[in-house]
């Protein structure tokens, strides 16, 4: 069975300051990836990005940051330099080797970025 | 951009009523997914579809249906509605196709209450 486990339900920050999401994962599929989507106030979810379990290379899309460390298995998401947009729930999510590659979502973090 | 349009943003139903919510993608995806929604608990799998006319259970399918006529349309039916199935659902695709396993695409949400 795959587990996604989001330690932290809330998280506030002031505006400008960098916030880290953690996420850790259990799984026994040797190949498998993992997401992380945001979810604004209106509801929709919104895909951020996608790494799969064979790399291993940090990555940053401007303000955003993944560190994906195997040994530990976590996945973790970086803001740096927060904004008051950044307010959203996100969603660390893992798919294995299911029929249609279905997704197992953690529980969620609340970030609250305040002005 | 892929477009997932789910049928109500809000829904209000009354105890034992069947509900059907409705969910339409443009993109050719072969894999349809419900989920539902719920405070603390994250995305919970319902059903999914990986082609038509064909259904696997996921996590929580207790009370639930679906039905998938079209490779666009993917249904879920509450049979007998209850006060315990007010919630978020949620609708999401995505491709088979394609290196890796490709993110889903969700829509809205729909907002169901039932009294």
């Known amino acids: 069975a795959q587990k996604v486990t989001q330690a932290q339900t809330e998280i506030s920050v002031v505006e400008k300051e960098d916030v880290t999401l953690d996420c850790v994962y259990e799984t026994r599929d040797t190949t498998y990836y993992l997401f992380w989507y945001k979810q604004p106030p209106s509801g929709e979810l919104v895909f951020l990005i996608r790494r799969n379990s064979f790399d291993e290379q940090n990555e940053i899309s401007g303000r955003y940051s993944w560190n994906f460390q195997k040994s530990t298995s976590s996945f973790n998401f970086t803001i740096t330099a927060s904004q008051v947009v950044d307010s959203a729930v996100y969603f660390c999510?893992?798919?294995?080797?299911?029929?249609?590659?279905?997704?197992?979502f953690g529980s969620g973090t609340q970030l609250t970025v305040l002005p | 951009d892929v477009k997932v349009t789910q049928s109500s943003r809000y829904l209000v139903k009354r105890t034992g009523e069947k509900v059907f919510l409705e969910c339409v993608q443009d993109?050719?995806?072969?894999?349809m997914f419900w989920y539902r929604q719920d405070p603390g608990l994250g995305l919970r799998l319902i059903y999914f579809?990986?082609?038509?006319?064909?259904?696997e259970k996921g996590d929580i399918p207790e009370g639930y249906s679906v039905s998938r006529e079209k490779k666009e349309r993917f249904s879920l039916i509450l049979e007998s509605a209850s006060t315990n199935q007010t919630s978020m659902y949620l609708c999401?695709?995505?491709?088979?196709?394609?290196?890796?396993?490709?993110?889903?695409?969700f829509g809205d949400g729909t907002r169901l209450s039932i009294l």
């Open positions: 993109m050719d995806h072969e894999n």
């Open positions: 999510a893992l798919s294995g080797s299911g029929s249609a590659r279905q997704l197992t």
């Open positions: 579809s990986y082609d038509v006319k064909m259904k």
């Open positions: 999401a695709s995505s491709l088979s196709r394609g290196p890796g396993n490709q993110p889903q695409h």
